[in-house]
Structure formats: structure tokens, C-alpha cells
């Protein structure tokens, strides 16, 4: 009987470190990752790429590098961008439309360019305030947008009768 609860306590320790450790871990990343860009006076797309790649759940990866691949083979970054260009706010704008999947009005789908991108998103409000689509980002101007674009969705999710993370309903 000794051996069994000795087994079964080790075993649970086990489990218990193997499910709950990540997650912490996880968690301290994103924290650091957050804070990293709040404290960021200009993106650049890689950055940009990366942080929004993975909050529309399109790529997760820990390199800068590979997020701007990904988007830049799409087309979701100017035709122009470099991974280590100061982020533009018509160009970001580009980005969320693609990476998230927004529809726009009749000229977005008609040439999905930087330019009606970024009048699609002061349209929905997802870009507030004193504005030019050449103003470079700022790493809380990125967190505000896709926090805007993120809640705007789950918005979108209540109305559509959709479940929402959190909410309980269905």
C-alpha cells in the first residue's frame, strides 16, 4: 500500500509540473513580449508581422524574421517593406486587414492597398485620434489597434450568436 501512494504521489507531482509549468511560462512570455513592445518608440515589420500573426492566430513563431516572410509572400506588407523598416501606420493597416480577415468597402476589395487599408481602419475606429497613414507606429499604438480590432471581433462573435472566450454562453 506504501509503494502505491508513493507511485501515485510522484506520478501527480509529475503531471501537476508538466500541465502548469508551460503555461507560467507562457504567460511570462507574453508579459515580457508586451512590455517589450509598450516600451518600443518604433515597430518594425518584423515585429509588427510577429505580434499580429500571433494575435490572429494566423502563425506562431518566436522569430521576427519567419512572421515577415509569411506575411511579406502574402502580400500583407507593402510592396516595398523590409523587415527591419520602420513600420508605417497605411502599412500596418494593410497587415491587420489581411491577417485578420476584415472586409472592407468596394475600393479595399477592389486593390487592397496600404492606402484604402488604412481608410478601412479609421473607418471601424480601430485607428482613433490625430492620424497620417505615413506616421510610424508605436509599439502601444500597435497593442491599442489589435486590441480595438480584437474586441471589435468578439463583438462581431456576440452578435453572430457565436460562442465568446469567457463569456460562459453559447
Known amino acids: 500500500m506504501k509503494v502505491f501512494f508513493s507511485f501515485f504521489f510522484v506520478n501527480f507531482i509529475f503531471f501537476f509540473c508538466f500541465f502548469t509549468i508551460p503555461g507560467v511560462l ?3 512570455s507574453t508579459a515580457d513580449e508586451i512590455e517589450t513592445l509598450l516600451n518600443t518608440g518604433v515597430v518594425t515589420y518584423a ?4 505580434f499580429m500573426l500571433e494575435a490572429s492566430e494566423k502563425l506562431v513563431t518566436a522569430s521576427s ?9 502574402r502580400k500583407w ?4 517593406a523590409s523587415a527591419g523598416d520602420s513600420a508605417r501606420l497605411d502599412g500596418i493597416s494593410l497587415l491587420f486587414m489581411r491577417s485578420f480577415d476584415l472586409k472592407g468597402g468596394i475600393f479595399y476589395s477592389m486593390i487592397r492597398n496600404p492606402h484604402y487599408a488604412y481608410r478601412e481602419m479609421v473607418h471601424r475606429n480601430a485607428i482613433q485620434g490625430r492620424a497620417d497613414p505615413a506616421m510610424k507606429v508605436s509599439g ?3 497593442l491599442f489597434i489589435t486590441g480595438r480590432i480584437l474586441s471589435q471581433q468578439g463583438d462581431t462573435a456576440a452578435l453572430a450568436g457565436e460562442p465568446v472566450m469567457g463569456s460562459g454562453k453559447k
Request: net charge positive; no cysteine; hydrophobic share 40%.
Open 26 to 28: 507562457s504567460a511570462q
Open 77 to 80: 506588407l507593402p510592396k516595398k
Open 47 to 50: 515585429q509588427a508581422a510577429r
Open 140 to 142: 502601444e499604438r500597435l
Open 65 to 73: 524574421q519567419e512572421a515577415f516572410q509569411y506575411a511579406f509572400e
